[in-house]
């Protein structure tokens, strides 16, 4: 059972759901590159210039560890990403779990995801303002600062580091992707997990999802907001275990 | 003295002061809040906190604020414009702290908003500046490195050269190929400054410049190598620079050559196994004193042979050793070279290295028939 994380953060958005899982399953948790604890020597701009990138990274973890059977559990953007994965390598996931997901966010005709292309421009632009402070305070963590150990410390205990450029390339592919003309290419069971009032993938894009997937089921959650993964892990957990005892 | 009441310490603050539930709706919010929205807290009250955020707001809010209060139970310097009843927006900073109940469970969560409109320009500033600087580096690093490399029907040159894909995007590495005095013979360098900024590329200017013209008052490679060394401490201009300088008669393939701690040549000449040139080996500018004398060596390059000369940046490989990286650049380059210089270039740069944190360069001479 492999937990993707989304944009934004890194696998701590797991800690209250992967426990629960752990008895009956091997639990693989993983940080995109640009996040976490990931190398960042492994971002390739050209690799990682679309959602493929990031998929091909997640069946090159399958693939390494030789796993077959797959539950791929993906937040956010995460969740296209194992449909790319899960068309990739088609003999080793099993079924998948897409959390909040969205295959474009940009408006586009009739099509409603959500957002305008000029607000993700602006994204991007806060983007950048958001990190200003980011780099001047963590460039000498990176270089290994003696004279001020406390910024170390803060590097140890922070949560869902990600470094600015990655993030921005990471936000820039995530908010501009199209992965509509993918989902009917899924073959396997999966699940649309959707929150209520969720800013960022609104239920009509789940139901979407859950429509073009050929085996798709749609669940709604009570919980609101865009990560139930941290606000209701026990909601997100018993939704889970419901769909694989069906599965 | 005069006295403070706690209700006033709250409404009128020097800053606008929220109170949410966990679900981000709006409970509680001070009067300065109100004057600089514009809205009364009747419309305020009840509502989601993130309806007052744009919509990429919102999307920074959701992905990055919401999880980190959740883990780390507060955020610090967030910024997020505030939509006001006018429309207009409110550049505004956000410190956001989780306040727990007796049982340590999460309750409401407290939200001060500072105005950041001068700050929130500032920056702008500061970045419109950051990409200034790496524009002017790169061109300045372009018009460097431009112009023609010496060539004849004897001898094919060719370069390539990849910057690294983070930071400046701009290197200290320089390649070179000139004519010296006889027109027979061509000077070829290769070197490495360290850095990827304007000074980088200011100070390869200048030793690509002195390199030159050391090379045409005919001082041999080794003395070359210390007249540059000695040019370098002097004008105190990049330390620690690796460099390769060789000197190739292009009707005989005699070749002399130094290496100032700078990766080793890879001689490829034909039905023979790619070999480095492990000898002339000296340490980088700056490292050693005045008065030494760099040792050099000669080597000869076969009619169809190639020679390579490249930067760290090609060798070097996230997980593996620099052993690895020389092994796999010989056997690449003896399995191909049968290919045309440039396709053999291009196929080697885009294979090697790692092209996340260090330039790639690479610069190649064939002798023809």
Known sequence: MMFAHGFGCDQDMWRYVWPAFQDRHRVVLFDHVGAGGADPRAFDRQRHASLRGYAEDVASIVRELDLRDVIFVGHSVSAMIGVLAAAAEPGRFG??????????????????????????????????????????????????????????????????????????????????????????????????????????????????????????????LQATGHCPNLSAPEETISAITAFLGET | ?????????????????????????????????????????????????????????????????????????????????????????????????????????????????????????????????????????VQLQRSLLAGELASSKSLCVDARYHAAQLGMEVGGDWYDVFWLQDEETVGLVVGDVVGHDIAAAAAMGQLRSATRALALTGLPPGRLLDALDAYAVRHDVGRMTTAIYAELHTCTGDMRYAAAGHPPPLLINPDKDPEYLWDGRSAPLHAIGNGSCRSQATTRIETGGTLLLYTDGLIERRRQSLDLGLEHLASEAGEHHALELGPLLTRLVDRMGDNFSDDRCLLGARRLD
């Open chain 1, 95 to 220: 079924s998948l779990v897409l959390i909040g997901p969205s295959p474009r966010y940009i408006d586009d005709g009739s099509y409603v995801g959500g957002f305008s292309a000029q607000d993700i421009d602006e994204l991007l632009d806060s983007m950048d303002s958001n990190y200003v402070g980011w780099s001047g305070t963590l460039a000498p963590m990176i270089m290994g600062n003696a004279d001020r150990p406390e910024l170390g410390e803060e590097l140890t205990r922070s949560f869902c580091r990600t470094d600015p450029e990655m993030a921005r390339h990471f936000a820039r592919v995530t908010f501009t992707s199209d992965n509509r003309a993918d989902l009917a290419a899924v073959r396997i069971p999966s699940l649309v997990l959707q929150c209520s009032e969720d800013p960022i993938a609104p239920e009509i894009v789940g139901s979407f999802v859950a429509e073009r997937l050929p085996r798709g089921r749609f669940v709604q």
């Open chain 2, 1 to 137: 003295m005069a006295q403070e009441s706690a209700e006033d310490l709250f409404e009128h603050a020097p800053c606008g002061y929220l109170s949410c539930s966990i679900d981000g709706t709006i409970i509680r919010v001070n009067r300065t809040f109100e004057t600089w929205t514009g809205y009364d807290r009747g419309e305020l009250v009840g509502r989601a906190f993130r309806e007052l955020l744009t919509p990429a707001g919102r999307i920074y809010h959701e992905t990055h604020c919401r999880p980190l209060l959740t883990l780390r139970g507060s955020v610090r310097e967030v910024a997020l414009d505030i939509v006001c009843a006018s429309g207009a927006r409110l550049p505004a900073l956000i410190n956001s702290t989780q306040r727990l109940d007796e049982a340590g469970r999460p309750q409401t969560v407290r939200t001060t908003i500072t105005e950041a409109t001068d700050r929130r320009f500032y920056e702008r500033e500061l970045l419109r500046a950051g990409r200034l600087e790496r524009d002017i580096a």
